[in-house]
């Protein structure tokens, strides 16, 4: 069997995390071979390289999520339109309130009965479902997303998500910084989108794809199981998703190549 390991700022690299847990898996698991996708998290992390890779492992494929990568991809108006429509789903989606929140459930109420309808407790992430595949489609057809996410567009979407009735209160409040703070990390999160990773030399080739996370590392196996009907499988070593977006929230902790 051929496993396509997918890692967000760990192994194979010689540092971040879970890089022993992913090597000790990745030689426990013999005769299997695997393929390794890799996101890298700053300079600092590729400039230290690579731990020595067993035999098992064929090939290695690396993409950044700490440098710009703008293709100098424009789209056509139509597929503007078709971003934008996908990118307010998702948006609406992130933003929706919670339902675990009684006011915003009452607030999320109202606006349904103004609407004439009542939505189900899954539409929300049908929409996010909606609208993440939606733009990963574009991706594929037109080529990356880099501008298109970061765009005056994409800021006056997230915008009117977080003013939209039964969105959350957390994001009510939120101002223009707050706005294009948000977009600068939806797109390095979403960046997986845009890579050329999904050809028949590369995750439509694996019979499994294993994240090693959740997060950015577990999207392209989504996207492989949705354009190639690979199965995927999520474990992590530890529970540090959150926190490790909550370290590159903090300020100087994205961008400056630490």
Known sequence: MRIGLLTDGGYPYATGESRLWCD????????????????????????HGWIQLPPLVGRVRT????????????????DRRRFAAHFAELAAAVCSARGDDPASEEARGAAGAGAGSARSAGSAGDRFAAGLYGLADLARERGGLYAALRSET????????????GAR??????????????????????????????GDDALAAVDLCHAASGGSAALPGLLAKRFFGVPLLVTEYGVRLRAHYLATSAPGALGDGT
Do not use: K
């Open 63 to 78: 993409a950044p999520l700490w440098v710009p990568a703008d293709d100098g991809r424009c789209h056509g108006r139509r």
């Open 24 to 47: 000790r898996l990745v030689r426990g698991l013999a005769p299997h071979e695997f393929d390794i996708y890799a996101l890298s998290r700053s300079a600092q992390q590729e400039a």
């Open 169 to 198: 209160r957390s994001v009510q409040p939120a101002t223009v910084p707050d706005f294009l703070a948000f977009a600068d990390q939806l797109e390095r999160a979403l960046r997986p989108l845009s890579l050329d990773w999904y």
């Open 154 to 165: 994409a800021v006056r979407l997230l915008e009117s998500a977080c003013r939209a009735p």
